[in-house]
């Protein structure tokens, strides 16, 4: 084996790797300047307006060349030597065997082990050869096995390793900090002096001669140690243990995870300055951005005011100098004069400057700006998407480690804190817009007014000798003229001190994006933002543990009252039996004064008022509000039936929930492209006739067959039938289901033809579906779930806004008293005594809509041709119903199972006399308990929620 050949070779293996990884950084180093000069050439053909697109392109720039961050290991960072060395190194012999050099039995050793036994062996190697020497013959050798490849391994390989990394290290930080020098000059905005100044060629070059030195001085004292340790190893002075194969094997590991740790450390202090350089880069974009559409919006800000000047406040002005200008001489015919004044100020003033004037005004193009740069700042925000990486410990200057760095987002640290203060102040500032605008406008408004009451009045004067009309109509005018300079001081101030205002934000929220090029600040944000989510978290898992607790609380508490009811139930018969007094005719007495009252209040309002909460289906789509979930059931069921399924809905919801008003908004909104059949239940009630009779002709298939009707239907081109208040079909008796059976048939056999769509009140149901199963029949049982908060609202402040009223909202005393409350501006009491209303009717209404409207109507306290008064929302007391018999409970579950009833058929339900029940019904009648509407008697609305709650209470219903 030729070992200097050998040796050469690695030599010049290791030479060839090192010089391809400095001319691998040379060329990405030359890139970089030659792109960043490309780039500075674009710019200076483009001035200043291309500020933002340079910095991108830079950024772009640097993601291509610089350093990424990676877990580099030694097999692929230096593939090309290691499959070189490796190659040596299979050639090397194992091991050989060899003649010791005479110099180990000569002088001293410098292991301490050498210095013990290498007397004893010189010792011994002289007698052994003592005899040869007598009888002159040459001495037998001493052989010494050398393990060659394990000790070319550990001195080529294991040995040079460190130094390896070494090199490693200085290729980085050559390239880190020439490319750094290029960061210092682009940061200076010099881009006028020539970037020349980075030389790199003469950096590499340095480098190059330094790795090269470096490299030969330790070749050199390799080869010398290899030579060396050749002569000793396998003696007592280089023991061959030391060069075990396992150990050899297990240092190679050691050496390799070390170069990696060091390799991978340095990369990422290059890693770490080229991210802090990305970082300033995306930072200086979005603010030179930020700052060029502030500019943009100024501009047109200024252009639209002084287009309101020039086209609008100006010609204003002029007119009314001129007009003034007519009435200032002396000999004028003035009743003419005026007659032409008004015709001018109608033709001329109003139709061609205040009316377009105020238009200009109204389209809120200030306004409509604001929100596009709102838009278009959110938009260049939302652009950032990289994350980068950090040094955790301010102090540390490297290595750093991967545990040492930590990964940050610009777009989180900007979303944390910074943008929701500008969102804040824009709002703020669009609001401020918004007032000013109304309040030009009705200042506008005024100068029609002023002119027009100075001019009427001078004519009504003419013939008055004591009154002086010129001189009304000259200081009208006069008014109107400082009216519009007022006008236009106005406008100019407040324009200028909104665009000082929006300077000033503008400033604040670039400086606050300005400090995320300081690492401290991110770490700061990134800490606070950490500690934020923490506590929404903590705040999350609070939340769910109320809400299992608050479920549960809710359980105790509806068992409580449900044992409070009946106690007081049993109290109140055992006190009736026990002391005779007439506390059940007081306690409905109570019923009878609560709906006089109620009726009364409700009468006194506006005729115009008391319409638009009227209880009746609405036929109009403005007013209608929520119920999304059960549109988007329904309309999954109308898609099932149109590709040819069996489908079917049924709605179910209380009575006056809402039922009829969704049937007709969703026959609206469909997309109904069949012959639509619409009835109710009640129809069928008052008809006279049979099921069959009535149903086959109310959908022009007259038969008197069930069976003929399922055929007809079938044979038929497909339909939509809508047949509402089933709970009119049937009656609780024996044999009251034969009707409703009949027609059950009729749709559960015809779903393929006709797509079915169906009501029925809540009690009719659950009666219905313990009896009968009935929901069996349909294939989409559709439940209104209870209105939110703030459906109720929109549902009622819809209708108040029709009628023109402003509504102001009336605390009552505890709220009066309440601290927070009193903290609150009028705006924000006005929004808080609004939710805490609708919050409280909606809890006491449960969605029951009818309610709602009447409840609403009750707590009206004043109102005039401004507005109304609401007062704080004051459950009434029902626990005066809890007295009642249950012979008339058992009328009123009648009543709301079947949705009305006549006497004689309430009679047949509850097994009693016509003549004793109709005495009955009248006493609650005149109690204000149900009404007769001529079809039936009916349940009052406005006890609907107490009679449930009473029901509830007397286990009559669930």
């Known amino acids: 084996m030729d070992y200097n050949k050998a040796?050469?070779?690695?030599?010049?293996?290791?030479?060839?790797?090192?010089?391809?990884?400095?001319?691998?950084?040379?060329?990405?180093?030359?890139?970089?300047?030659?792109?960043?000069?490309?780039?500075?050439?674009?710019?200076?053909?483009?001035?200043?307006?291309?500020?933002?697109?340079?910095?991108?392109?830079?950024?772009?720039?640097?993601?291509?060349?610089?350093?990424?961050?990676?877990?580099?290991?030694?097999?692929?960072?230096?593939?090309?030597?290691?499959?070189?060395?490796?190659?040596?190194?299979?050639?090397?012999?194992?091991?050989?065997?060899?003649?010791?050099?005479?110099?180990?039995?000569?002088?001293?050793?410098?292991?301490?082990?050498?210095?013990?036994?290498?007397?004893?062996?010189i010792f011994f190697f002289n007698l052994g050869n003592l005899p040869l020497k007598l009888f002159k013959k040459t001495p037998k050798p001493w052989m010494h096995v050398v393990k060659v490849r394990p000790l070319f391994n550990r001195i080529f390989f294991c040995d040079f390793l460190p130094h390896l990394a070494r090199y490693d290290q200085l290729i980085t930080k050559t390239f880190t900090e020439v490319a750094l020098e290029i960061k210092i000059w682009e940061e200076s905005g010099r881009f006028d002096d020539s970037l020349e100044s980075v030389d790199v060629d003469s950096s590499v070059k340095v480098l190059r001669k330094r790795i090269k030195k470096e490299l030969n001085e330790y070749y050199d004292s390799a080869i010398k140690r290899f030579e060396n340790e050749m002569l000793l190893a396998g003696t007592i002075e280089y023991d061959n243990h030391r060069l075990r194969e396992s150990n050899e094997r297990d240092r190679i590991l050691r050496e390799k995870k070390k170069w990696s740790e060091s390799y991978n450390s340095w990369n990422n202090v290059a890693f770490i300055e080229f991210e802090d350089w990305r970082s300033d880069l995306e930072i200086q974009s979005l603010i030179l951005s930020v700052n060029e559409l502030a500019k943009t919006y100024q501009n047109k800000s200024k252009k639209w005011k002084d287009t309101l000047v020039k086209s609008f406040i100006q010609e204003m002005s002029s007119y009314v100098e001129d007009e003034l200008k007519k009435f200032q001489h002396k000999n004028i015919d003035l009743e003419k004069e005026i007659k032409a004044s008004q015709y001018r100020l109608n033709k001329e003033f109003n139709m061609k400057l205040l009316l377009p004037f105020q238009d200009s005004l109204s389209k809120n193009s200030l306004l409509n700006m604001l929100d596009q740069l709102d838009y278009e700042i959110r938009s260049r925000i939302d652009g950032i998407s990289?994350?980068?990486?950090?040094?955790?410990?301010?102090?540390?200057?490297?290595?750093?480690?991967?545990?040492?760095?930590?990964?940050?987002?610009?777009?989180?640290?900007?979303?944390?804190?910074?943008?929701?203060?500008?969102?804040?102040?824009?709002?703020?500032?669009?609001?401020?817009?918004?007032?000013?605008?109304?309040?030009?406008?009705?200042?506008?408004?005024?100068?029609?007014?002023?002119?027009?009451?100075?001019?009427?009045?001078?004519?009504?004067?003419?013939?008055?000798?004591?009154?002086?009309?010129?001189?009304?109509?000259?200081?009208?005018?006069?008014?109107?003229?400082?009216?519009?300079?007022?006008?236009?001081?106005?406008?100019?101030?407040?324009?200028?001190?909104?665009?000082?205002?929006?300077?000033?934000?503008?400033?604040?929220?670039?400086?606050?994006?300005?400090?995320?090029?300081?690492?401290?600040?991110?770490?700061?944000?990134?800490?606070?933002?950490?500690?934020?989510?923490?506590?929404?978290?903590?705040?999350?898992?609070?939340?769910?543990?109320?809400?299992?607790?608050?479920?549960?609380?809710?359980?105790?508490?509806?068992?409580?009252?449900?044992?409070?009811?009946?106690?007081?139930?049993?109290?109140?018969?055992?006190?009736?039996?026990?002391?005779?007094?007439?506390?059940?005719?007081?306690?409905?007495?109570?019923?009878?004064?609560?709906?006089?009252?109620?009726?009364?209040?409700?009468?006194?309002?506006?005729?115009?008022?008391?319409?638009?909460?009227?209880?009746?289906?609405?036929?109009?789509?403005?007013?209608?509000?929520?119920?999304?979930?059960?549109?988007?059931?329904?309309?999954?069921?109308?898609?099932?039936?149109?590709?040819?399924?069996?489908?079917?809905?049924?709605?179910?919801?209380?009575?006056?929930?809402?039922?009829?008003?969704?049937?007709?908004?969703?026959?609206?909104?469909?997309?109904?492209?069949?012959?639509?059949?619409?009835?109710?239940?009640?129809?069928?009630?008052y008809s006279g006739k049979s099921m069959i009779e009535w149903f086959s002709e109310s959908i022009?298939?007259?038969?008197?067959?069930?069976?003929?009707?399922?055929?007809?239907?079938?044979?038929?081109?497909?339909?939509?039938?809508?047949?509402?208040?089933?709970?009119?079909?049937?009656?609780?008796?024996?044999?009251?289901?034969?009707?409703?059976?009949?027609?059950?048939?009729?749709?559960?056999?015809?779903?393929?033809?006709?797509?079915?769509?169906?009501?029925?009140?809540?009690?009719?149901?659950?009666?219905l579906e313990k009896t009968m199963r009935l929901s069996g029949v349909f294939s989409?049982?559709?439940?209104l779930e209870e209105l939110k908060d703030d459906d109720v609202r929109a549902i009622i402040l819809k209708r108040n806004r029709i009628s023109g009223f402003e509504i102001k909202y009336e605390p009552d005393e505890r709220i009066l008293s309440d601290k927070k409350f009193k903290k609150l501006d009028e705006k924000g009491k006005q929004q808080y005594l609004e939710a805490r209303f609708f919050r409280q009717l909606n809890s006491f209404s449960k969605s029951n809509i009818s309610m709602a409207l009447q409840y609403w109507l009750l707590s009206t306290r004043e109102i005039d041709q401004h507005g109304i008064v609401i007062s704080a929302f004051q459950p009434p007391d029902f626990s005066f119903l809890y007295h009642m018999d249950d012979s008339r409970c058992h009328i009123l579950y009648a009543l709301l199972l079947h949705d009305g009833l006549e006497t004689r058929e309430l009679a047949d339900?509850?097994?009693?006399?016509?003549?004793?029940?109709?005495?009955?019904?009248?006493?609650?009648?005149?109690?204000?308990?149900?009404?007769?509407?001529?079809q039936g008697y009916r349940i009052n609305t406005l006890i609907f929620r107490p009679a449930i709650q009473l029901l509830q209470s007397r286990n009559m219903i669930l």
Not at 532 to 550: D, M, N, P, T, V
Not at 579 to 589: F, K, V, W
Not at 780 to 783: I, K, Q
């Open 7 to 121: 040796q050469a070779e690695w030599h010049q293996s290791i030479e060839r790797d090192l010089n391809e990884k400095i001319d691998e950084i040379a060329d990405r180093l030359h890139a970089i300047q030659s792109g960043f000069e490309s780039i500075i050439g674009q710019r200076g053909t483009k001035k200043k307006r291309d500020e933002t697109n340079f910095k991108l392109l830079l950024l772009d720039l640097l993601r291509n060349h610089c350093t990424e961050l990676s877990a580099g290991n030694f097999e692929s960072v230096h593939y090309n030597w290691w499959d070189t060395y490796l190659s040596i190194s299979s050639e090397m012999p194992a091991k050989i065997k060899k003649r010791q050099h005479p110099e180990r039995f000569t002088g001293s050793s410098t292991s301490t082990k050498g210095r013990i036994l290498k007397p004893f062996k």
């Open 386 to 685: 990289e994350n980068y990486y950090v040094v955790k410990d301010a102090d540390n200057e490297g290595p750093y480690r991967g545990s040492d760095m930590v990964k940050v987002s610009n777009l989180d640290l900007i979303s944390f804190e910074i943008r929701p203060k500008l969102t804040r102040a824009l709002e703020k500032i669009k609001s401020e817009v918004r007032n000013n605008i109304v309040s030009w406008t009705q200042e506008v408004g005024d100068l029609d007014e002023i002119i027009t009451y100075s001019l009427n009045t001078a004519i009504s004067e003419i013939d008055n000798e004591n009154a002086e009309p010129q001189k009304m109509v000259i200081e009208g005018i006069e008014r109107s003229v400082r009216k519009v300079q007022s006008i236009q001081e106005q406008l100019e101030k407040t324009h200028l001190s909104h665009l000082e205002e929006f300077n000033g934000e503008i400033q604040l929220f670039t400086s606050e994006i300005d400090k995320l090029t300081d690492n401290d600040n991110v770490r700061s944000l990134q800490f606070r933002l950490s500690k934020a989510r923490a506590i929404e978290k903590s705040e999350e898992y609070k939340k769910r543990l109320r809400a299992k607790w608050g479920n549960w609380r809710l359980v105790l508490l509806n068992l409580f009252k449900v044992v409070w009811n009946r106690t007081k139930r049993i109290y109140g018969r055992l006190r009736g039996n026990i002391i005779l007094s007439e506390a059940t005719g007081e306690n409905i007495r109570g019923v009878s004064d609560f709906i006089s009252a109620s009726d009364e209040k409700i009468a006194s309002l506006p005729l115009m008022y008391r319409r638009l909460y009227a209880i009746e289906p609405l036929t109009n789509d403005f007013l209608f509000e929520g119920r999304e979930k059960e549109i988007k059931s329904v309309a999954e069921s109308f898609e099932a039936w149109k590709i040819g399924r069996y489908a079917s809905a049924l709605l179910v919801g209380e009575k006056w929930s809402g039922l009829t008003t969704l049937v007709e908004h969703l026959q609206n909104n469909l997309p109904i492209q069949v012959p639509v059949s619409r009835f109710s239940g009640k129809q069928y009630k």
């Open 700 to 767: 022009d298939c007259p038969t008197t067959s069930a069976s003929e009707l399922i055929s007809k239907l079938n044979e038929s081109p497909g339909r939509m039938i809508i047949l509402e208040d089933i709970q009119h079909l049937f009656i609780r008796k024996i044999g009251g289901l034969k009707d409703l059976n009949d027609i059950l048939r009729v749709i559960s056999s015809t779903q393929k033809k006709v797509f079915w769509l169906s009501s029925i009140s809540l009690l009719a149901f659950r009666y």
């Open 780 to 783: 989409y049982v559709v439940h």
């Open 909 to 934: 339900v509850l097994y009693t006399s016509y003549s004793n029940l109709d005495r009955v019904l009248l006493e609650m009648e005149e109690d204000g308990l149900i009404g007769h509407d001529g």
